[in-house]
Each structure stands twice: as structure tokens, then as C-alpha cells.
């Protein structure tokens, strides 16, 4: 490819915005059509948390519903894409390149934190996709760092979509639930300190985010949700162009930004 492909931050809200993609899902649809098509690509979703990156091979990754409680119509949604055995292999040797340990999981399926924003985006299918883990014990750092290490595959035709969400307190979802659907002040707020860094590539202020943010572990009182964020934009470099091209809230409490990352070289 003569430019690399861009990488993506995308929210998967709750497994219901399968059923109600709204604005965000029409923005994510929109943002996929006008991508150059990809060779295949690459998942990151906070729903897979191993202590090692790891990444799947299977051929045909099934649809994982990894939550209850719900209506039955989500438990019947099935996305069909294959894997991409030996893209998960350039994969693989891109991490080691980078001096990170790496392992493959063979049947690895795709989680709702995959398969729902890939469903808006990509509704055919037809884009064979390979999914990798997330290390949240390492907090910003490594993710920005497991990041880094997939750049070179950006130039190959591979498109990064890091999937989560800018805020993400499910406790807090419930008391808002209750109490007339009142978004707390804190959601937009550290919502708009990210969008800032972002845009003046701030890259100290947001891998030490959790001292520093405005409301930071009351957005994420775990972060495994804003880590795929550092996957992407390490994937696209700490000079690279941070475009919102969504902004807003779902189920009260959860900001819903999206992001693409262009590297700086990129046309």
C-alpha cells in the first residue's frame, strides 16, 4: 500500500446496541464505507483479557454471546466472517518483532465487544477478521506498547479496530437508571480531557491518565474498557492525526466516542 491504513477506536456500548445502533452505530457505518478495503482485520475487544497478547487463528471464529439477561432476539444474531489463519501469523511475528511474548489461541471466537461494532461496519461479513487480546494488568502503557508493535501491519492492508468505550460504570448506569436518566456530570467531561489530549497528542498526560483526569476511576473504576484506545493510537503513532468522528452518551453513562488515528506520513 502506498499510505498505511488508519486505526480505529470504536465503542460497543451495551450488547444492545446491536439492536439499537442509533447515531453511533449509523456514524461507525458510515466511517467503514469510506475506508479502503481491508486485507483483513485486526479486533481488539476488552471482553478478551489474557495475560499475554494472544492472538486467534480460527478459520471461522464463531459468535460469542458472553452475556445474560437479555432479550432473546440478541442471543440469535450471528456474525458469519472467517478468520484469517495466516494473517494471524504476520500477526503473531509482528508482537515478537516488537519483543513482546506472543500465543495463539485456535478457536478463539469473537466476543460482543468484536462482533457488534464489526456487525454495524462491516454488516456482508466479507472481511476476514483476526481478534487479539488485551493485557489490562498492564494498564496505558502496554497497550499503547502492543500498539506499537502492530504499526508495521497497517502498511499491509491490515485495519486496526480497537474496541470499548470513554466511560464505562456500570454501577453508575443503574443509579441513573433509577433516578429519572440523569447523565452525571463527569461522562462528557472526561470525555472532552481525552478528545484534548488527543488532539494535542498528550501522550504522557493519557498513559498516566488515572492521576490526572478529570473523575478518571469514576469513569473507569477498572480501565480494561479506554485500554483498547492505546492500541490504536500506538498502532498509528504518537504523532498521529486523531480525528472524533462521533461524540455522545448511550444508557446514560456511557460516552460513546469514536476515533480514527492517521499516521502523520499517511496522505
Not at 472481511?127 to 488485551?134: A, D, E, N, Q, R
Not at 460504570?169 to 461522562?187: C, E, H, I, K, W
Not at 476511576?217 to 498502532?235: I, K, M, N, Q, S
Amino acid at each position: 500500500m502506498s499510505n498505511p491504513m488508519p486505526t480505529l477506536f470504536v465503542p460497543h456500548g451495551a450488547p444492545t446496541f446491536a439492536l439499537r445502533p442509533g447515531a453511533a452505530g449509523a456514524a461507525l457505518a458510515s466511517c467503514a464505507k469510506k475506508l479502503p478495503a481491508p486485507r483483513a482485520i485486526i479486533i481488539v475487544s476488552p471482553h478478551w483479557d489474557t495475560a499475554v497478547p494472544t492472538v486467534g487463528s480460527a478459520s471461522q471464529p464463531e459468535t460469542v454471546h458472553d452475556f445474560g439477561g437479555f432479550a432473546e432476539e440478541l442471543y440469535r444474531i450471528q456474525y458469519p466472517a472467517t478468520g484469517c489463519p495466516e494473517g494471524a501469523k504476520e500477526v503473531m511475528q509482528a508482537i515478537q518483532q516488537a519483543g513482546l511474548p506472543v500465543e495463539i489461541a485456535p478457536k478463539q471466537g469473537l466476543d460482543h465487544g468484536a462482533w457488534v461494532p464489526l456487525r454495524l461496519m462491516f454488516p456482508e461479513a466479507d472481511v476476514p477478521v483476526i481478534p487479539l487480546s488485551l493485557q489490562s494488568r498492564g494498564g496505558p502503557q502496554q497497550a499503547y506498547r502492543l500498539g506499537q508493535a502492530l504499526a508495521t501491519l497497517t502498511e499491509k492492508g491490515f485495519l486496526l479496530i480497537a474496541s470499548g468505550n470513554l466511560t464505562h460504570n456500570l454501577q453508575d448506569y443503574f443509579v441513573a437508571s433509577r433516578n429519572d436518566g440523569q447523565t452525571p456530570t463527569y461522562v462528557r467531561d472526561f470525555a472532552d480531557w481525552i478528545a484534548d489530549r488527543l488532539e494535542d497528542q498528550g501522550l504522557q498526560d493519557m498513559l498516566n491518565y488515572r492521576a490526572i483526569a478529570p473523575s478518571a476511576a469514576r469513569a473507569h473504576p477498572t480501565d480494561e474498557h479506554l485500554l483498547p484506545l492505546y492500541v490504536a493510537w500506538g498502532a498509528a503513532g504518537a504523532q498521529a492525526k486523531a480525528e472524533r468522528f462521533y461524540s455522545g452518551i448511550d444508557d446514560y453513562v456511557l460516552a460513546m466516542d469514536a476515533y480514527k488515528f492517521t499516521p502523520q506520513h499517511a496522505a
